[in-house]
């Protein structure tokens, strides 16, 4: 099966590990992918890519990070039907409830407003909404000059790393958006590393 890379720095990032955990039809269990299950290592060398891209990101005008977010999401809506495929096969839901997530995760982007977080913001996303939930942290953050490093549920990766992929083609600076791929030791690597805030997508453990 096709192995889901990591996003770090700007492009497709491949590494070495011996553990990887299938990515399964949850309707049928066919296994569609692979997902490698990084540690507190990878997870380091994500954060450190973030934090030498934060300080030329937040120096950006507000104006110019709200037009990137804006042209990925327009990017995302030439693409609704895949997204939707995508999260339908990983996640188990209907590919209508697929195209909605698509849509809202798209209007999202396009109306993208600031919050209040800064720096390096770690995100643990969750299978059950696995576009849409971790775009409502990243999102406020990245048009509020924070950089981040996002952990897709090993269920659901397929989503985000496409995304990631538009960054990439949108303009993103390199660093600015990143993908880690991995369980709890991933997530654990995320909570070590100094100067990195954790957040949660709503309906994923803690």
Same mark, same amino acid.
């Given at each position: 099966?096709?192995?889901?890379?990591?996003?770090?720095?700007?492009?497709?990032?491949? /590494?070495? @590990?011996?553990?990887?955990? +299938?990515?399964?039809?949850?309707?049928?269990?066919?296994? $569609? &992918?692979?997902?490698?299950?990084?540690? /507190?290592?990878?997870?380091? %060398?994500?954060?450190?890519?973030?934090?030498?891209?934060?300080?030329?990101?937040?120096?950006?005008?507000? =104006?110019?990070? *709200?037009?990137?977010?804006?042209?990925?999401?327009?990017?995302?809506?030439?693409?609704?039907?895949?997204?939707?495929?995508?999260?339908?096969?990983?996640?188990?839901? +209907?590919?209508?409830?697929?195209?909605?997530?698509?849509? %809202?995760?798209?209007?999202?982007?396009? @109306?993208?407003? #600031? #919050?209040?977080?800064?720096?390096?913001?770690?995100?643990?996303?969750?299978? @059950? $909404?696995?576009?849409? +939930?971790?775009?409502?942290? =990243?999102?406020? =953050?990245?048009?509020?000059?924070?950089?981040?490093?996002?952990? !897709?549920?090993?269920? @659901? !990766?397929?989503?985000?790393?496409?995304?990631?992929?538009?960054?990439?083609?949108?303009?993103?600076?390199? #660093? *600015?958006?990143?993908?880690?791929?991995?369980? %709890?030791?991933?997530?654990?690597?995320? &909570?070590?590393? =100094?100067?990195?805030?954790?957040?949660?997508? %709503?309906?994923?453990?803690?």
């Amino acid at each position: 099966p096709l192995i889901i890379p990591l996003w770090i720095n700007g492009h497709a990032f491949l /590494t070495v @590990t011996s553990a990887f955990q +299938d990515v399964c039809n949850p309707v049928n269990g066919r296994v $569609m &992918r692979r997902v490698p299950l990084c540690g /507190t290592d990878v997870a380091l %060398e994500a954060v450190a890519a973030a934090q030498v891209a934060l300080a030329s990101w937040v120096a950006q005008p507000v =104006a110019a990070r *709200v037009a990137l977010l804006s042209a990925v999401g327009h990017a995302l809506s030439g693409y609704t039907e895949h997204f939707a495929a995508l999260i339908s096969e990983e996640s188990g839901k +209907d590919l209508s409830q697929g195209v909605v997530e698509v849509r %809202e995760s798209v209007a999202l982007l396009r @109306t993208a407003a #600031g #919050g209040k977080v800064s720096g390096v913001v770690g995100i643990v996303g969750n299978p @059950t $909404m696995p576009l849409l +939930d971790s775009l409502r942290v =990243a999102v406020p =953050a990245l048009v509020a000059g924070a950089v981040v490093v996002i952990r !897709p549920s090993p269920e @659901t !990766p397929s989503a985000l790393f496409a995304l990631a992929e538009l960054t990439g083609r949108c303009g993103f600076p390199g #660093g *600015v958006f990143n993908i880690l791929q991995g369980d %709890e030791a991933a997530v654990e690597g995320l &909570r070590a590393a =100094a100067g990195v805030s954790l957040h949660f997508s %709503e309906g994923c453990g803690r």
